[in-house]
């Protein structure tokens, strides 16, 4: 089965830092061809962060964090992260972890009706 679960969550200063995981069964990260992070803020549409090509670890950001965040992943762990640097109170939403069994063009690979499979989120809130 496709199994997806986001922690590391949790209320942060502004100005702070987090660290997100995605644990992944066997099967999902072997099937994955690409893996993302996505936020949904209150009252605002599903938004790509990051993601990741799981077999050659080519990266893409949302402008909105480039230079703040990082994507990464441990195959041996079969775990996905999200390190979030100088956080601020934009940043706030309920965080996804999401899988891809397919190759997306770059133009597509922060659009979250592309991902099938999503992990259940994991609340960020940063304070000012």
């Known amino acids: 089965q496709v199994q997806l679960v986001e922690s590391g969550g949790g209320s942060v200063q502004a100005g702070g830092s987090l660290r997100l995981s995605c644990a992944a069964s066997?099967?999902?990260?072997?099937?994955?061809?690409?893996m993302g992070w996505f936020r949904q803020a209150p009252g605002k549409e599903r938004e790509g962060v990051a993601a990741?090509?799981?077999?050659?670890?080519?990266?893409i950001y949302a402008d909105s964090v480039k230079g703040r965040f990082t994507i990464s992943q441990d195959n041996a762990k079969n775990t996905l992260y999200l390190q979030m640097n100088s956080l601020n109170p934009e940043d706030t939403a309920m965080y996804y972890c999401?899988?891809?069994?397919?190759?997306?063009?770059?133009?597509?690979?922060?659009?979250?009706?592309?991902?099938?499979?999503w992990g259940q989120g994991t609340q960020v809130t940063v304070s000012s």
């Open positions: 066997s099967y999902t990260y072997s099937s994955s061809r690409l």
């Open positions: 990741i090509y799981t077999g050659t670890g080519i990266t």
């Open positions: 999401a899988a891809s069994f397919t190759f997306l063009p770059i133009s597509r690979r922060l659009r979250p009706a592309e991902y099938g499979y």
